[in-house]
């Protein structure tokens, strides 16, 4: 088949949804298909690039803050074609752009999250008026109408699907999120596990939570001095959060953005990884499957879609609450056999339901079925 694979965002940026597109579109390639990206030039990039026999065009994009908005849509969409589209949402445009510019291609949707506007952005706080006017529009302008076009919507997950106040009124199939588990095991674990380290990895943003896990690092460090607390990623809220860790900067370090390589060393070494995200922006958390793919216990907020994902390879804990989050560090600090164990049976859990193998196969099968 040939196949678009249409997102707003995509490398070079980074994000989960950036690596879902990109592992699925690697997957299918490998198993014969012809893939084509369509997406936003946000960062500024060439226009149109091979990536490993990948085809990326980039469309000239207005960089408003996660939402890249693409002059012509349509008229663009309309020069290619394809087998098969599969969008992914939010943002809107993409899937619009697809619904607009080839109407007589099959369309499969996968619906990431909910469009739902934070609090703040770095610095600026968004009046929750303007939040919930955007959320209305987006809503009604966009979502429904792509909703109601397209031949067949994907879920990752049962219990944010069911949450949704927009996807709930629709059929869809649940379809997860994957990791191709050899670029793990394909790595040299140059390092034991440091028995007290504890990861963060994800963009620097307010809807994280990564405050209350900071919060929490202040916790745990009164009973365990030696700890030590990575940052991984950056974003808008870096300077924020950085000035939350006065005179903890020896033990809560950032990193920034590092390699793969050095990211996979990072799971692999840790003790735990924590993913403190609160907001319905959080669908399902793909860090948390690389580190179980690491065999790395994850403690993850207890919210829809995320509370399906790791079965018995961590603690789900209460959102917004560093006692919650330190509580489950301290667990995983003092007991590490049972740290171990939980570790295993996160990867058990990866290699039967997560590996991109799998997901691509059942993906496969979408397409075929919106193609009868």
């Not at 908005?69 to 589209?85: N, T």
């Not at 394909?186 to 620097?204: I, Y």
């Amino acid at each position: 088949m040939r196949i678009i694979q249409a997102s707003s965002y995509f490398y070079p940026h980074i994000g989960g949804v950036e690596t879902h597109v990109l592992e699925l579109a690697k997957s299918l390639q490998d198993m014969g298909h012809e893939v084509i990206v369509l997406c936003a030039a946000v960062p500024k990039s060439d226009p149109e690039e091979v990536l490993n026999g990948l085809h990326i065009y980039r469309f000239p994009a207005l960089d408003l803050p996660y939402v890249p908005f693409i002059y012509a849509l349509r008229r663009r969409f309309a020069q290619f074609r394809a087998d098969v589209i599969h969008s992914h949402y939010p943002p809107p445009f993409m899937s619009y752009g697809a619904v607009k510019g080839l109407p007589q291609v099959p369309h499969v949707l996968t619906y990431h999250c909910d469009l739902e506007i934070p609090d703040h952005i770095a610095n600026l706080r968004i009046p929750s008026v303007l939040k919930h006017s955007i959320q209305r529009v987006n809503n009604s302008l966009y979502a429904k109408p792509v909703l109601d076009a397209v031949n067949q919507i994907i879920a990752t997950t049962q219990s944010y699907a069911e949450s949704s106040p927009l996807l709930q009124n629709y059929q869809y199939e649940i379809v997860p999120n994957g990791v191709r588990l050899e670029a793990f095991d394909s790595l040299h674990d140059a390092s034991e596990r440091k028995v007290k380290q504890v990861l963060f990895v994800g963009r620097l943003s307010s809807v994280k939570g990564i405050d209350y896990l900071i919060k929490a690092a202040k916790i745990v460090l009164k009973q365990h001095k030696d700890a030590t607390f990575l940052i991984v990623g950056d974003g808008e809220e870096r300077q924020s959060l950085k000035a939350l860790t006065k005179g903890y900067e020896n033990c809560i370090k950032f990193c920034g953005h590092i390699s793969r390589r050095a990211l996979v060393e990072l799971y692999k070494s840790s003790a735990v990884l924590v993913l403190p995200s609160f907001t319905r922006l959080e669908a399902f958390g793909v860090v948390l499957l690389e580190a179980m793919a690491c065999e790395t216990p994850v403690i993850a907020s207890q919210i829809p879609g995320v509370l399906d994902v790791i079965g018995e390879g961590g603690f789900l804990v209460k959102p917004c609450s560093p006692q919650s989050i330190a509580t489950a560090i301290q667990n995983i600090f003092e007991n590490p056999a049972d740290a171990r164990r939980m570790g295993k049976k996160g990867r058990k859990l990866v290699e039967q339901k997560y590996d991109w193998k799998i997901v691509a196969q059942q993906i496969l099968g979408v397409y075929a079925n919106v193609q009868d």
